[in-house]
């Protein structure tokens, strides 16, 4: 069992930035694929970045590559989501997860087993 919890989220004004944190505990943090998803009002679910248990490899969707950087430091158990540059379509509920070594940089919410209850990022225009 992993238990995440998302902080960082906030209103923030379109140009801006902010940093998440997803604090874990339970099961070894360092041997989960790590990943961030987002809800949108009135859309399904998303993808945005993932990494892998090292943080060797990082996995982000077109829209925000260039302005998020995925990262982690599994010494103090922590995933974090550096947003910048943001725009107001990145308004969202945001969401740390974690899956299994074997799904590496998976963008499939099946796959991971363990969800955050999620921060939420308002950025005005």
């Known amino acids: 069992q992993v238990h995440l919890v998302e902080s960082g989220g906030g209103l923030v004004q379109a140009g801006g930035s902010l940093r998440l944190s997803c604090g874990g505990s339970?099961?070894?943090?360092?041997?989960?694929?790590m990943g961030w998803f987002r809800q949108a009002p009135g859309k399904e679910r998303e993808f945005v970045a993932a990494?892998?248990?090292?943080?060797?490899?990082?996995y982000l969707i077109d829209s925000v590559r260039g302005r998020f950087f995925i990262s982690r430091d599994n010494a103090k158990a922590t995933l974090y989501l550096q947003m910048d540059i943001l725009k107001p379509e990145d308004t969202a509920v945001y969401y740390c997860a974690a899956a299994g070594r074997q799904y590496i940089g998976s963008k499939y919410q099946d796959d991971y087993a363990y969800w955050g209850q999620g921060t939420q990022v308002t950025v005005s225009s």
């Open positions: 990494i892998t248990p090292s943080g060797s490899d990082t």
């Open positions: 339970g099961r070894i943090f360092s041997t989960y694929n």
